[in-house]
């Protein structure tokens, strides 16, 4: 079974930085491509950040670029996001997910969920 578990989510203030941290397991890890996405109430779910197998290379949403920045370990079968100046905005539902096509998607596997509230 393929899970996928975030972490380190979290009240921050304005302007404040946290990583975030997914684990996955029931997988080949580096075979996967990894994502980032998030979804704030009342909205729908947008792409925040993808990397590719072996790191190699990242994708960013405007929203977050300069911000964030997304690292892998495969020997630890985990993907990380790192967010730096956040803002109220960046408040969401942060998911994780895994799919072997590419930073575009699709994505197969989604992990739960981890809240991230921004104060101002």
């Known amino acids: 079974q393929v899970q996928l578990v975030e972490s380190g989510g979290g009240l921050v203030q304005a302007g404040g930085s946290l990583r975030l941290s997914c684990a996955a397991s029931?997988?080949?890890?580096?075979?996967?491509?990894m994502g980032w996405f998030r979804q704030a109430p009342g909205k729908e779910r947008e792409f925040v950040a993808a990397?590719?197998?072996?790191?190699?290379?990242?994708e960013y949403a405007d929203s977050v670029k300069g911000r964030s920045t997304i690292a892998r370990d495969n020997a630890k079968n985990t993907v990380y996001l790192q967010m730096s100046s956040l803002k109220p905005e960046d408040t969401a539902v942060y998911y994780c997910?895994?799919?072997?096509?590419?930073?575009?998607?699709?994505?197969?596997?989604w992990g739960q969920g981890t809240q991230v509230t921004v104060s101002s």
């Open positions: 997910a895994a799919g072997t096509d590419g930073a575009m998607g699709p994505y197969d596997y």
């Open positions: 029931g997988l080949t890890f580096r075979h996967y491509y």
């Open positions: 990397v590719s197998r072996f790191g190699l290379s990242a």
